[in-house]
């Protein structure tokens, strides 16, 4: 199956999925909120890893999602924390599939599409 990655995921928001198969993770890093945009225009599934994007190859693993709804929000940052005065925050809540396997990956545009192979736990080696 085709999916789109979100990585850097923290290792709390993935073992929450596990325990809740429904979830609405929050999105801050401008790839995962692209990733986010090409998911609902392009129907595809969610990959979550717990790996960075630099690090996401063939053999990575972590969990499928659906994308059930996105929104994103504009959030203002007091001066003192950042350069910035806005921040772009996306909201996406998810339903747990399963546990996959990447097989393949592509680059689209600074995002990472991958056909992703869905795994049985006790092939899962993630800890």
Known sequence: ???????GMARRVLDELLRNPYRTIELRSARNVLAIEEALNEALKLFLTYD???DVS???EG???ELLEAKEIDTRVPWEESDEREI??????VRLIGLGRVVEVERRDGI???RVRELF?????MG
């Open 88 to 93: 772009t925050v996306c909201r996406a809540k």
């Open 52 to 54: 960075p994007f630099e």
């Open 1 to 7: 199956m085709e999916a789109v990655i979100l990585s």
């Open 58 to 60: 063939a053999g990575t």
């Open 63 to 65: 969990l499928l999602a």
């Open 112 to 114: 990472l599409v991958a």
């Open 121 to 125: 736990p006790h092939e899962m080696s």
